[in-house]
């Protein structure tokens, strides 16, 4: 994008100039429409489940804007002669129950022929334009909560491998599959400065994006993260995810993890997140009341894992 000589309007509230998780384009003074797209492949052999994961994940930037999710769009990338018309549908249904869980609708879509299956939506969602979070408010003192777990890229690969147990797997994908919905609720009743969601460039990545576009400091306590049952255990047997090492070359220069750290801890904070969760950053003192609410509503993962420094030009990222 940053070759692209791009029309501005006064209109455009959010571009890609933070790399925000969707666009909002204000209508009037009260109404904004939040735009966004995503699709992926298939992280298991379960076409519904697929669908399920899918849609949550690209209703996700909606949430993380504090937006309300209104219509989709399905994205479709098939090779039709390999997959029956039954798994098809499967994607499609398990994607509809995500949708109708976020009271949005479904109203069209497209496909294309592929070699590899991918599948996600188009969503477009309504917002306050006085009232939309993004990636780059976050303010000294703030602390940092994650509301869902890390870990589900290494354990999809341990999946592949017949490593993980069912238990694990069936936890994993029970997370994912929930919605951000809730969160974003909860987080609407509170004064949020910053919010992402954690998604491909895993929670170091996203982190660091929100620090840098908010020039500030953040630290975090990577005893305080929440982690998915059996993912470090992945690592420890030599499980890897192809993202891991583009997530950590990202981050060269500007994070700092502590020697105590072992290989694995550093690994799960660079690994790739499908349909993860929201990384806020708010004032200290509404930390435990959030907390609260959270759990309360059913996003029992929630956990304050650091929190936001001085004001730096070159914003960095230190994990202890």
């Not at 998780?21 to 298939?42: C, E, Y």
């Not at 002669?81 to 499967?90: M, R």
């Not at 919605?179 to 929670?203: I, R």
């Amino acid at each position: 994008m940053s070759g692209l000589d791009i029309i501005t309007n006064r209109d455009v509230l959010v571009g890609f100039d933070t790399r925000d998780d969707a666009g909002v384009f204000r209508i009037n003074k009260d109404q904004a429409i939040v735009v966004t797209a995503d699709f992926i492949t298939p992280p298991l052999d379960d076409p519904y489940i697929f669908g399920q994961i899918a849609a949550a994940n690209s209703l996700s930037d909606i949430y993380a804007m504090g937006g309300s999710p209104m219509t989709c769009l399905n994205l479709m990338c098939l090779p039709t002669n390999e997959l029956s018309s039954d798994t098809i549908q499967n994607i499609f249904h398990g994607a509809l129950s995500k949708v109708e869980e976020a009271d949005a609708v479904i109203i069209g879509g497209h496909t294309v022929e592929d070699i590899e299956p991918k599948f996600g939506l188009a969503v477009t969602g309504m917002v306050d334009p006085k009232r939309f979070w993004r990636n780059s408010g976050a303010q000294i003192g703030d602390v940092l909560i994650l509301t869902k777990s890390v870990g589900s890229g290494v354990i999809f690969n341990g999946n592949l491998k017949g490593k993980v147990s069912s238990q694990a797997l069936t936890a994993c994908i029970d997370e994912l599959v929930m919605l951000n919905k809730k969160s974003c609720e909860v987080l609407q009743k509170f004064p949020v400065n910053a919010v992402t969601d954690v998604t491909g460039f895993g929670l170091a990545g996203h982190a660091w994006e929100m620090a840098k576009a908010s020039g500030h400091e953040f630290t975090i306590d990577v005893s305080a993260v929440p982690v998915f049952a059996e993912a470090r255990e992945m690592y420890e047997q030599g499980i890897n995810t192809k993202a891991n090492s583009a997530n950590a070359k990202l981050l060269e220069g500007n994070a700092h993890f502590a020697n105590r750290l072992s290989p694995e801890q550093r690994s799960l904070m660079v690994d790739p997140q499908t349909s993860g969760g929201l990384l806020v950053a708010l004032p200290r003192d509404y930390a435990e009341e959030v907390l609260v609410a959270l759990h309360d509503n059913g996003v029992t993962s929630s956990k304050n894992i650091g929190a936001v420094g001085v004001r730096s030009k070159n914003a960095k990222l230190r994990f202890i």
